[in-house]
């Protein structure tokens, strides 16, 4: 007989219905349009402010998001502090903000690279994926895991992040607080990553093609390579973007399969449903086919037009690309949460850590290998 805590325990990771205010949501989308406002105002003044000072050279390499990002942390302590923050919580819309501005970045991204850096990047996913996962899932159980939190932190470290968390949080149907450890460590390790791979691969004197698909294999979360793609140039963003976005790809095969284990191994039971080819698509991110067709269409309209009506058109694209990829930098700022780690106790953050350091080193010698004379 299943005991309340057991069925809690089983119960799938869903969102919670509960009455939306909207007037404070209202205020919370006010909020993170104020904060982005802010931080193009700092990106477009602050090595103007700065031209003559010994602070001159610091402030022209500080790009934007690195603005957004440290404005969003600090509206978040600001917030918590008033106790207003989960109020204004919902208008913090990270994966709509990210995926909407990766969308625009396909626009900017000829379909002939998307092409080529197709074949390199799947093979790539393939192997990173499957050796940071089998990795962490190994370690994990060494260390006492329960198996749903090993399964969320091997999908989280070895795919995309929060976005793979959630994924295989339905799979493996876990606890809502596992999920909160899982996108807490994410965010954590993202945010360092952000700064430190593209300084990295100044260091390491690696091509554009290497530091992006190094980056794009690396780093967990879509909105954190975006920002450490930005930080190392507009063509180490786009094959940063073309691996990440190959990456997500795979998070409905990873989902499904997850589905299947713990269906059928792990909590086997006589009537345990199936997965299907329905439950795929379910899982797949649908914003992956609107960035093939971005570049598609990009593609066929630069072709289309003259080099002058390109490059308009291009900037608009790129402008709208910058407000939405900076109010997911703030937001990633705002929903950062420090409670669910110190719950969480040392073995996850162990496992986590553990798992980076592996991801850093498989994807710069699979990046090195495979992007090794890619031009793009």
Avoid: H
């Amino acid at each position: 007989m299943t005991t309340v805590n057991e069925t809690e325990a089983l119960a799938p990771v869903e969102t919670e219905e509960r009455e939306v205010d909207w007037a404070w949501v209202a205020a919370g989308v006010v909020l993170v349009l104020a904060l982005a406002w802010l931080t193009r105002y700092l990106d477009k003044n602050v090595p103007t402010w700065l031209a003559d000072t010994s602070l001159s050279r610091v402030a022209k390499s500080v790009e934007y998001p690195v603005y957004a990002i440290a404005i969003g942390l600090v509206g978040n302590a600001v917030l918590s502090l008033t106790g207003v923050r989960d109020r204004l919580a919902p208008a913090f819309r990270t994966e709509f903000f990210i995926k909407t501005g990766l969308v625009l970045l396909g626009v900017s991204i000829n379909l002939s690279l998307l092409v080529t850096a197709a074949g390199p990047a799947i093979v790539q996913a393939i192997l990173l994926i499957s050796g940071v996962f089998l990795f962490t899932w190994w370690l994990g159980g060494r260390l006492g895991l329960d198996d749903k939190l090993r399964a969320l932190l091997a999908s989280a470290v070895s795919i995309c992040g929060v976005s793979a968390a959630i994924a295989a949080a339905g799979a493996v149907r876990a606890r809502r607080e596992q999920l909160a450890y899982a996108a807490s460590l994410v965010i954590l390790f993202a945010l360092p990553s952000i700064f430190l791979l593209p300084w990295l691969a100044d260091v390491f004197g690696l091509s554009d093609a290497v530091a992006g698909a190094w980056i794009g294999g690396n780093i967990d979360t879509t909105a954190a390579v975006t920002a450490a793609g930005t930080l190392a140039g507009e063509d180490a963003l786009k094959i940063a973007t073309i691996v990440k976005v190959t990456q997500n790809a795979l998070i409905g095969i990873v989902a499904v399969a997850l589905t299947a284990w713990f269906a059928f191994k792990v909590e086997r039971t006589a009537d345990a449903e199936r997965p299907g080819i329905g439950e795929l698509w379910r899982r797949f991110p649908k914003f992956v086919l609107g960035f093939i067709a971005a570049s598609v269409i990009g593609t066929w309209f630069a072709n289309s037009v003259s080099a002058a009506d390109n490059s308009a058109a291009q900037a608009v694209a790129t402008n709208f690309r910058t407000w939405f990829l900076i109010l997911a930098f703030v937001s990633i700022g705002l929903e950062f949460r420090l409670t669910a780690l110190r719950e969480a106790g040392w073995r996850p953050i162990a496992v986590f850590a553990s798992a980076t350091v592996v991801n850093i080193g498989l994807a710069l010698a699979l990046a090195a290998l495979l992007f090794a004379n890619f031009t793009v």
